[in-house]
């Protein structure tokens, strides 16, 4: 499933909750994500760096936490 996801050529957005200093910065493909059910999630600082490829739901709990939302 993760040998056809490309990183470089991904349309990435970056969390709406990062600075433009820096800082904490997470993207992710939402496109690619649409499409093929597993969510690319990645640091924005190292864009060449690992892709942590996670289902819809482990993203969804991912943000929750982020947010620090109760479940």
Same mark, same amino acid.
């Given at each position: 499933?993760? %040998?056809?996801?490309?990183?470089?050529?991904?349309?990435? &957005?970056?969390? /709406?909750?990062?600075?433009?200093?820096?800082?904490?910065? *997470?993207?992710?493909?939402? %496109?690619?994500?649409?499409a093929?059910?597993?969510?690319? &999630?990645?640091? /924005?600082?190292?864009?060449?760096?690992?892709v942590?490829? *996670?289902?819809?739901?482990?993203?969804?709990?991912?943000?929750?936490?982020?947010?620090? &939302?109760?479940?």
């Amino acid at each position: 499933m993760t %040998s056809e996801f490309d990183a470089k050529t991904a349309e990435w &957005v970056k969390s /709406s909750h990062s600075g433009p200093e820096g800082g904490e910065c *997470v993207e992710w493909a939402p %496109s690619y994500a649409s499409a093929h059910g597993v969510v690319p &999630v990645r640091d /924005s600082k190292q864009s060449d760096g690992p892709v942590l490829m *996670v289902s819809a739901a482990a993203f969804t709990g991912l943000v929750t936490i982020a947010r620090g &939302v109760e479940q």
